[in-house]
């Protein structure tokens, strides 16, 4: 089977993210000769860095990345439109085409859907989202308005009546053999401060050991007070941050421009690593590694979930804060227990940021950071209850079967 995978980047990583991960997965698990169009290459290329953001088209991981010409208005790459203006081509359509997050098909890819005898089977690939209404449109049709043609809804989700969640072969493998081996070499507790001093003088204070913070969100008013705790804290903290992310937020606490990556920089307990943007396989074995991520948006809230380890998600901001609806919605599934305290102690944390209520943030941080060790047995139960469902492109190949 032919698949082509469309997206456009609205702003951010996300949308190449999610696409590239479903095109590797496609290539890589079910050998589909698979092509990403998308218009950023160079968005794509930050995150998979071994891709160049000049050619029209490249292939890597066995998948054809194509360039589609965003100024053109209809979008087709410059190769494709040589292609058509010298043979009066057009696209050649795949067998089953994925339209990323609704991100519209070229006007002359719709005619040569139009135009095969058997037009492909096109399916649209909705964000995430953890509300209940999901499940009753998951998988719907539409005929499109103008043309012979039909369009399938594919939703991901947290639930058996969803398209599921992006999860790879070998994923929670690869994730258990390196949290194994990173246990040994971290120790869980504090036995390292035990260890005493070079000259076997009895250990000076039994420290906490530094706790591992991953930072990837949004632009937060909340973070300066997160920071000044995390200074102010009685444990070392490390405080990973890629490249770019909370700038104004750093800038502004600690008074100075933000140095670029790579970088570290401690004030009092905190010590703020800047790092530069990695592989989206290196960025999953941070987050393994780490003792808390903060995630944002889709694709970094899901790979948190697989690392299963404390997280804290910022949805996407929308106007009227409509985001909010997004995060209560996830909270009632992941953490549904009202009087369990741990689960409370998360909710707060996370509604706070989200409201980006430093205050609140404050207050919630050291209840959060007291029921770690819940949180965490939490997020393994939670992380093995989802990889007990099948992955979103198991069944979006199983139905590619029965439709073609
Ligand atoms: O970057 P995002 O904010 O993307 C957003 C969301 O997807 C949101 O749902 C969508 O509406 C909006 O885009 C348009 O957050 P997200 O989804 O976590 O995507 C980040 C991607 O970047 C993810 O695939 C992980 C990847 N990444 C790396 O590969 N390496 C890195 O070093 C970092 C920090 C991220």
Redesign the pocket.
Known sequence: MRWDVFCRV?????????C??LARQLAREHGFDVTLWIDRVATLA???PAIDPRPARQVHRGVTVAALDARAGDAVTGAVRAAADSAGAAFDPGDVVIEG?GCGLPARYLDAMEARKHPPLWINLE??SAEPWVDGVHGLASRHPQRPLTRYFWFPGFTAKTGGLIREAGLIEARDAAQREHSHAWPASGEHAAAGRADGAAPVSFAAPELSIVL?C?ANRALPALFDLWARGDRPMRCIV?EG?ASAELAGWLGSAVPPAPRRLTRDRLTIEW??????D??DR?LWASDVNF???????V?AQWAAKPFVWQP?PQEGRAQAAKLEAFLARHLPDASNPSQQAQRRLMRAFDAEDPAGVARAWPGFHAALESAGARAREWAATLAGEPDLVTQLVEFARTKL
């Open positions: 609205v702003d951010n990583y996300g949308d190449a993210g999610v590239w991960r930050k995150i998979e997050f964000y995430l990837f949004y890629p992310i790092r530069p943007f990695t592989s989206q290196a960025f941070l995630v944002r948006g889709e694709d970094s809230f790979r996407y």
